[in-house]
């Protein structure tokens, strides 16, 4: 695992060439399920992980392959709800670290992603899983996952986002992730930006893909929503359901994700009334709007996008009857104003810490970007940092702790009562 962690030195490379050959070699493996295809910026997680419960509900053997992951490497690849095993994901390393350096031998040098991706569609279909639901890495069109030949195509809501590799405007962005979309395959999108659905819309009809957008072409109501849980009616399936996962958007990403199963009901794949009332009522999705105690309350976000934090931290203001005790800690390619006028906005105290990679703002930086909203101040963890705000709390308090899935990640082995450092990441 150490050697495939190094490679992700080699950073982002778009491009499927190179993911083509290595599941060659494997025996393409990508080809031995069906598979749900999961595109968008921000709740394709979410989405993704609804879609595989109802499916498991269902009676399926089936996958779910997400990334990044929280807390340990194995996350990423699940089947039947539990992450791959040590041993199994130590072999398959093992395995395309062979190729890969083989590969490169030949001047083809392979990405952290592409291998992780190889791995993932190597364990589903050597453990025989019927129904892989795959989320997208990063963009769509050129992303490692677009190698599958799935049933049906869903893609969450899209916002500014790795603007240096996307695109710096929303249709741009749009076109990387319409990239996903199939000659003749199914594509359920949300009710979002014009813009947006324009460019959806013209690779849809370029691909003579049937494309249908939850919020027009099909209703949905919220009905209710705590940081219990969300209620909502779904005109697809003609129910009022539940999901345990907190904030009015995930009644949108359960549509979302309930009308792409409806339609690969059409195309063959049985699912009963009932499996979607079970599965979504014991869908797991940690570090979304999560409540890891009480008295006082402490809840994790992993949001990373500035359109992502507003979303949240309305939502927040909506359901609670004070202002939060934030720690925030950001990535250096995000929109760090954004994120922290979001955050900031329903901030009584903040602060700041850099989640312990490279990559992350420093906390002096973070502390700067909120401090326009209220008083902060730095600290030299995350762990010091939920420890300093378990201090400022008082029982009635929420502490939210937000901006990175790494700051999230470590405030789970906080919470365990682990070491940051020298974890896989």
Known sequence: MKWLFEQEA?????????TRELLSRLGDPQHRFRSLHVAGTNGKGSVSAMAESVLRAAGYRTALYTSPHLVDFRERIRVDGKCIGEEEMLRLAEEVRNIAEDMAAHGRHLTFFELTTAMAFTHFADTGVE?????????????????????CVAIATIALEHTSFLGSTLPQIAFEKAGTIK???????????PEVIDVLERRAEEMSAPMTVVGRDVGYEVLSSTLEGTEVYLEEI?????????????????????SALAEMMRRGVYI???????G??????????????????MILDVSHTAAGARTVAAELERMLDRKAIVVLGVLGDKDLKGIADAFGSIARYAIAASPETTRAFPAEQVSDALSAHCPTETANSIGHAMDRAMELASEDDTILIAGSLYTVG?????????TCKGDIR
């Open 183 to 193: 000659p003749g395959v199914p594509v359920i999108t949300l009710e979002q930006a």
């Open 131 to 151: 129904t892989a639901v795959v989320e997208v890495g990063m963009g769509g069109r050129l992303d490692s996952t677009n190698v599958i030949d799935p049933v």
């Open 410 to 418: 470590e405030a789970k082995r906080w919470l365990d009562g682990k």
């Open 280 to 297: 979504l009522a014991a869908v797991r999705w940690p570090g979304r709007l999560e409540v890891v105690s009480q008295r006082p309350h």
């Open 238 to 258: 003609d129910a009022v359901v539940s999901v345990p996962l907190a904030g009015r958007y995930q009644g949108s990403n359960c549509a979302l994700a309930c």
């Open 272 to 278: 009963p009334d009932e499996a979607f009332a079970r």
């Open 10 to 18: 080699r950073g982002i490379k778009f491009g499927l060439e190179n």
